[in-house]
């Protein structure tokens, strides 16, 4: 069998991007204010530094206004819950992003809840959590839904084109990602297995998917005796190894060499899932930028 073809996600969230900035300059261009997007990061943690830097810039890039708040480690709920609230209630920020993980000290539930649902670009609020969850299938998701999952399902749509009546196995029931996804997959018409790492007999579950997701974790997890020839293989997982030369590099939680000799779709790490996320934030900050304005939802 021929190797698996790879799904460039790079690629694809470079097109999204760009039809997102359209989309901006449509917004605006109709006379309608620039769509807001606001970051709050509590603390000096070096990666979610360069997150969130990533981030402002990229919404300044595709004509939205970037609105940066950066709180010393030591801030505490109560302040960070009046930050919360001036973002609210600025008619201005129509995404507030606040990058987890937060200090220990922070209860993160308490925080995401006090965010206005209207705004939860990130999709983390119960109110938005539980549309995701009850919502019929094919129905427009016009709410916030979580980055990284509706990223995993645009490429998915884009290299299968229809997903409807597929065994998708999820692994992985993190409420960042892998219920997310499942949840997003049974509204395009999959029958969905949501796995775990206390699952059973996990290889052979896998081995049933036409579309196989994987969230857990852990480097080089899904060897590729457990992937179903010609199956679309979605690698959520970014893990960083030291190298033989004392730096270091990026896997996913697929072994990849393996797995591209099997599937017949595969996301390379980094390059596949990775770049979708903050796409997928910029197009959500639109969204909620028209519906404020009373538009409708377009798919983009
Ligand atoms: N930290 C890691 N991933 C994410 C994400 O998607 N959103 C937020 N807010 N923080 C994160």
């Not at 109560?78 to 919360?84: C, D, N, R």
Request: charged share 20%; net charge positive.
């Amino acid at each position: 069998m021929a190797d698996a073809k790879l799904i460039d996600g790079k690629a694809f969230a470079m097109g999204l991007r760009q039809r997102v900035g359209a989309g901006v300059a449509d917004y605006v261009g109709g006379g309608g204010p620039k769509p807001g997007l606001a970051t709050v990061l509590v603390g000096a943690d070096p990666a979610s530094q360069v997150y969130v830097r990533s981030k402002g810039k990229l919404a300044v890039e595709l004509g939205m206004a970037s609105f940066d708040r950066k709180l010393p480690a030591e801030t505490t709920e109560q302040e960070l819950l009046a930050v919360i609230a001036e973002l609210n209630a600025d008619p201005a920020v129509n995404g507030i992003l606040v990058q987890l993980p937060l200090p220990k000290h922070i209860d993160t539930a308490k925080v995401l809840l006090a965010i206005d649902p209207a705004k939860d670009v990130d999709g983390f609020h119960p109110v938005n959590v539980g549309r995701l969850g009850s919502i019929a299938p094919g129905a427009p998701l016009d709410f916030p839904v979580p980055c990284t999952p509706l990223g995993v399902t645009m490429l998915l749509q884009d290299a299968l084109g229809h997903l409807a009546g597929s065994n998708a196995v999820v692994v992985g029931r993190s409420n960042l990602v892998g219920r997310p996804v499942a949840q997003l997959l049974l509204r395009l018409d999959c029958t969905v297995t949501i796995t775990h790492s206390r699952t059973r007999d996990l290889p052979a579950l896998c081995r049933q998917a036409d579309i196989l997701v994987v969230a857990i974790g852990r480097t080089e997890f899904v060897r590729g005796d457990w992937i179903k020839p010609g199956a679309a293989v979605i690698d959520v997982g970014i893990n960083r190894i030291p190298t033989a030369d004392g730096k270091s590099r990026l896997v996913g939680d697929v072994a990849f060499a393996e797995a591209q000799k099997v599937a017949g779709y595969l996301t390379p790490v980094p390059g596949g899932v990775g770049p979708m996320t903050v796409a997928c934030l910029m197009y959500n900050t639109l969204q909620a930028a028209r519906r404020v304005a009373g538009l409708p939802y377009v798919a983009v």
